[in-house]
């Protein structure tokens, strides 16, 4: 099993970007994609899940500035991310379940002037 992620850079407040996380070694289309954060000094927070008919769940206090979503041909579930703030400054992941928690390397998101 491998979770890519990419697309995390340096970015202005009120900026936005997209990550992805590229799949390989299951079954993509069956399982339920998140994706997590972890900011320094705190723990890894859960932000987005999508379910293999599309379904999506968000933590509540994104207030709708972040949209998952997967491309099942592509193996592989997007996080695009707007308005962005300085307190969302985080090592993002991907994550699924299947015999056991499995994530990326994570990917760093800076928001900063």
């Known amino acids: 099993v491998q979770l890519v992620e990419s697309g995390g850079d340096l970015v202005q407040p009120g900026g936005s970007l997209n990550l992805s996380c590229e799949t390989s070694?299951?079954?993509?289309?069956?399982?339920?994609m998140n994706w997590y954060r972890q900011a320094p000094g705190k723990g890894r927070e859960w932000l987005s899940s999508v379910d293999n008919s599309g379904i999506t769940r968000y933590l509540a206090s994104l207030s709708g500035r972040f949209t998952i979503s997967r491309d099942n041909a592509k193996r592989t579930v997007y996080l695009y991310m707007n308005s962005l703030k300085p307190e969302d400054t985080a090592v993002y992941f991907c994550?699924?379940?299947?015999?056991?928690?499995?994530y990326g390397q994570g990917t760093q998101v800076t928001v900063s002037t």
């Open positions: 994550h699924m379940y299947l015999d056991r928690a499995y």
């Open positions: 070694g299951f079954a993509f289309n069956s399982v339920v």
